[in-house]
């Protein structure tokens, strides 16, 4: 299928999800004051065009993780909602429209982490924080930024912006996306009641899946119905 085609199969799913998931028949967006979706709804970042794994064979997938890790450097969080798929599938009513995504996200993509980079990690910080700190050793120093020999990173893709960015690892063979998210759905008379206060990632706290766990704080009110 390709990416193209993985993208459409994505939209159809959502639609089929919403419109099947009372069992009923009646499309579950119409019937409520509030309706959130979330989790991994594996929207990426980039043209549906580009491949969906990284190759040297494809070098305009290795240049677009280049350009989506510098923006993660460089924290450019508008430059990568601007590339993301979901944004552009629900502005043009192809998938969770009338749904609000929260808008910029404050934070790095959440896939395609590297999840034993992550353990080993947060081993070796354990470590560090229980004998005396010493000058780092330059191999050891590239290790950690997931790269290989001669600064390359082991998937074969280049560092021109750094396979840890901004404290992140990424797999070199994924373009990093936002692929964990949480949308929200507001009746016309709950919607003037609601906001989102909050949303942000919680990487942190995971350290065996290649998917970071996202979070978002709503403050709303229930309505009274008869």
């Keep these: 299928q390709g990416e193209k085609g993985q993208l459409l199969e994505r939209n ?12 009923d028949g ?80 404050p934070f790095a993509p959440t896939f395609k982490m590297g999840k034993e980079k992550k353990a080993k990690d947060k081993d070796k910080a354990r470590r560090a924080s229980q004998v005396t700190p010493s000058t780092p050793n330059p191999r050891e120093d590239d290790e950690a930024l997931g790269l290989g020999p001669a600064g390359k990173l082991p998937d074969g893709g280049s560092n021109h912006a750094l396979a840890e960015a901004c404290g992140n690892h ?3 063979a994924r373009i990093p996306s936002y692929t964990d998210r949480v949308l929200a759905l507001h009746g016309p008379a709950a919607a003037s009641m609601t906001r989102r206060l909050e949303q942000g990632d ?23 119905h008869a």
Excluded: M
Excluded at 12 to 23: A, D, E, F, K, R
Excluded at 202 to 224: C, M, N, Q, R, W
């Design 12 to 23: 159809h799913h959502s639609v089929h999800i919403l419109q099947h998931l009372l069992g």
């Design 26 to 105: 009646r499309d579950a967006c119409t019937c409520f004051d509030h309706l959130f979706f979330f989790g991994d709804l594996n929207y990426r970042l980039g043209s549906p065009e580009l491949p969906d794994k990284v190759s040297a064979s494809r070098p305009e997938s290795v240049q677009y993780w280049d350009e989506v890790a510098t923006d993660i450097a460089n924290a450019s969080w508008q430059s990568l909602y601007e590339r993301d798929q979901l944004r552009e599938q629900i502005a043009s009513g192809r998938a969770f429209y009338g749904f609000d995504d929260g808008g910029v996200l």
């Design 170 to 172: 990424y797999r070199s």
């Design 202 to 224: 919680a990487k942190e706290l995971t350290e065996h899946s290649d998917h970071g766990p996202v979070y978002s704080i709503f403050s709303t009110a229930f309505l009274p």
